[in-house]
């Protein structure tokens, strides 16, 4: 498994940030991988995620495949800004 480590509340979250935070993972992840990266976030949401296009990716044969750069993408983003508030854990 996978371990994300942690920077200050008050450290800036840019694109170098989150590419040096998932440095681990694949240059396309899963759903799984996916999941992961955002904290652990529940499949369910992941899924609803993907349907409603706020993450662009894949779907190939059942799988959803993502580029990592697009879920940096999604981090980045509005959306995620304010949906990230509603979450559990937070990256």
Known sequence: MLTIRFLGA???KNRKYYE???TEYPTV???IQFRQMLGGIGDTT???LMRENRV???YIRHTYLIPKDWVIDYVLSEHYAEYREQLK???
Do not use: C, E, N
């Open 89 to 91: 854990v937070q990256v």
């Open 56 to 58: 662009k990716h894949y």
């Open 46 to 48: 992941a899924r609803k």
């Open 10 to 12: 008050d450290t800036m």
């Open 29 to 31: 992840v899963t759903l």
């Open 20 to 22: 040096q935070l998932y």
